[in-house]
């Protein structure tokens, strides 16, 4: 035994160690340059080469972008800049144009006076797309010339060549993503479209068009927003009642850096703060919007107390101040520092003075000249103190009530053996006749069953005060162990897998809809970190003698059926379509929707938080009218709906 393992030991030498060369570490790890190769990773790289179209703009150069999606999920971007350089880089004796598309960290964006401001400050960004595309093409219109690149898989097949004139200039990418690299190559119009037009938002006067040109999926917008941010938070803000009528603009410039806020309040609970560093959206915040939240506070207090609205030592918290604001922050700054090459948080900490010096100066001035405007955010604010206080108490009382403290779970709760969180899951079942199907099928080491009945608060037209006295979430609350709103505290969260179990109905899906508003709006937290799935129950039996099959959609009951006929085209096979989970048997319930061997669960995402507000808001807010307008445009996407 020992000979051998001083065998092993022996071989591990230099040998061993892999150098990857050129692009082939992209190939090799994909994941730690795009995310992911699923469909997030496979839509960044159009938003790299998009990326570098926008430097341009940045720099001053181009205002026109096109996106063009075209037949085989080719893609097309073409701007009016400059045209990327395409004579010999002095470090490496070749053309600047192969250079950017086949070395890792190269580009006009390290300090070396091609751009001041950027996003794509990794230099990886075409390079990138080359080495995932199964062949991509780069046009350059530059000084009267037309030249041309081909590639596949990032290898040259075309070197640099010359192949006409040309009396405009700018650079046309395509590619086609190569399916070796990602689980699907499919593009999402309405992904591409809503990342495009937020960019459109952040630099006013750039045209951006996006077209879909594959058959049967035509469609098109071209988009430009001379009001910038302001038409941006007017836009997120268009489905709720501003409390006052103006959107604010703040804006300011240090050095080569320049910020801009746009904000304006609404009636609703929420806060919707969305925050970017060189175009690039910052979900994790940072400096700046650290930088605008105190100033904001600030300011609002002070507005308060000169005005003697606000009275000795009372003061408004953030959070207050917060309630129904819909705010935009956009830096733009050179030697941006990101955290990470995702670009979720920035670093620069002299952007947070910047900041908070344009809200304090600005927001004050702004204040004093619109009293009434003024009058209504601070009323805004003090209101939402008043309910924040309300809140406490009505905690307090119920915890009193309850026995919280002592840890005295809800008598709706059936809960599991394990302790482990990660190990553990609860299901919340409507229902008591499913409930009970649940607890007996269910494997008690690991699952827990929490039943819900009747229909639960619509927590978008509701303050935290009202949830905790209600009768059917604050058992959930409970349960779950972490609290909610500025309280939450994933690290206290008892189960790992939050499972809503629901029929395949209309009653079912509204049960879903209202659950997960008040995870949105009350415990993000669990949807951005994967802890919240939706059961995927059968909605047909199939029957033949004595062996049955159950189907998840009419796609898959009819290819059963088919299947079960296979050696009789003339046998009789049973088809019942499920009415509920409270038919279910236990065995069958677990069989089908609860064993973790056999059950499909649906994760619930939130690759953009922004439209997921806009949903929640349209489908549970106050306003009946643009619900309406989405019921009819979404219609048509409705199956197996039960009336």
């Known amino acids: 035994m020992s000979d051998q393992i001083e065998k092993n030991n022996q071989e591990y030498d230099a040998s061993q160690i892999q ?42 150069f181009c205002d026109r972008i096109e996106v063009v999606i075209e037949e085989g999920d080719i893609i097309r ?35 070396g006076g091609g751009y001041k401001v950027s996003g794509g400050l990794h230099g990886v960004g075409a390079s990138v797309v080359n080495a995932l595309s ?40 395509r590619f086609k993503p190569d399916p070796e690299m990602f689980d699907d190559t499919v593009y999402d119009y309405e992904i591409l479209h809503t990342r495009m037009q937020e960019q459109a938002f952040l630099n006013g006067g750039l045209t951006i068009s996006i077209e879909d040109k594959r058959p049967g999926k035509e469609q098109s917008e071209t988009m430009c927003y001379k009001g910038g941010i302001r038409e941006y938070v007017s836009y997120l803000n ?104 995702t670009k979720q948080k920035l670093g620069n900490a002299y952007i947070r003075t910047l900041v908070d010096g344009i ?25 939402a103190n008043r309910a924040r206080e309300a809140a406490r108490k009505a905690r307090e009382s119920v915890r009193r009530k309850t026995g919280l403290e002592s840890g005295q779970m809800p008598d709706k709760l059936q809960d599991c053996n394990e302790r482990d969180p990660s190990l553990c899951e609860i299901y919340i079942v409507e229902g008591d006749s499913a409930a009970g199907s649940a607890i007996q099928g269910r494997d008690s080491r690991f699952q827990a069953i929490l039943a819900m009945w009747g229909k639960m608060l619509n927590v ?84 033949r003698g004595k062996t049955q099959r159950v189907a998840y959609s009419d796609e898959q009951r009819d290819q059963i059926s088919a299947e079960m006929r296979a050696d009789n085209p003339n046998a009789k096979v049973d088809i019942s379509r499920f009415k509920g989970l409270g038919e279910m048997d236990p065995h069958e319930l677990w069989e089908t929707t609860m064993d ?45 709906l039960d009336i």
């Open 596 to 640: 973790p061997e056999k059950r499909s669960l649906r994760r619930i995402t939130l690759n953009d938080a922004i439209r997921a507000d806009q949903v929640f808001t349209v489908l549970m807010g106050e306003d009946v009218e643009p619900r309406r307008e989405w019921i009819e445009q979404n219609a048509k996407y409705v199956v197996n």
């Open 134 to 173: 199964e062949w991509l093409e780069v046009e350059v219109h530059k000084e009267g010339k037309i030249y041309q690149m081909r590639f596949s898989r990032g290898d040259i097949i075309q070197p640099i060549t010359v192949i006409g004139d040309t009396a405009r200039t700018g650079t046309t990418v």
């Open 238 to 341: 268009r489905h709720k009642s501003p409390i006052h009528n103006e959107v604010i603009y703040l804006s300011g410039t240090k050095g080569d850096a320049v910020a801009e806020i746009a904000l304006q309040y609404n009636d609703g609970y929420s806060e919707t703060l969305v925050s970017f560093a060189n175009d690039i959206h910052t979900p994790e915040g940072g400096m700046h919007e650290t930088g605008f939240k105190t100033a904001l506070t600030r300011v609002i207090n002070a507005y308060g107390a000169k005005n003697n609205i606000i009275k000795g030592d009372d003061k408004v918290s953030g959070d207050d101040v917060r309630e129904g604001i819909t705010a935009v922050i956009s830096v733009k700054l050179p030697e941006a520092q990101f955290e990470g090459q």
């Open 19 to 60: 150098v990857l060369e050129g692009l082939e570490a992209v190939r090799k790890r994909p994941g730690m340059y795009i995310g992911s190769t699923s469909s997030s990773g496979l839509h960044h790289l159009v938003y790299e080469i998009v990326d570098n179209s926008i430097d341009e703009a940045l720099a001053g």
């Open 77 to 111: 971007v073409t701007d009016n800049g400059r045209g990327i350089p395409v004579d010999t880089q002095e470090q490496t004796g070749k053309s600047a144009l192969e250079v950017v598309f086949t070395v890792l960290h190269a580009g006009g964006k390290f300090g």
């Open 359 to 383: 809200v304090s100066d600005q927001l004050t001035t702004y204040f004093e000249e619109h009293p009434a405007a003024a009058k209504a955010i601070l009323d805004k604010a003090m209101m």
């Open 460 to 543: 978008e037209k509701a303050r935290a005060d009202k949830i905790y006295g209600n009768d059917k979430l604050y058992p959930l609350i409970v349960a779950l162990g972490a609290g909610i709103g500025d309280e939450f505290n994933i690290e206290k969260l008892r189960y790992h897998k939050i499972i809503i179990m629901a029929d395949a109905d209309v009653d079912g899906s509204h049960i879903r809809t209202l659950l997960l508003t008040f995870f949105f709006r009350y415990m993000r937290p669990l949807i951005e970190h994967g802890y919240v799935y939706s059961a995927v129950p059968p909605l047909y039996k199939l029957v």
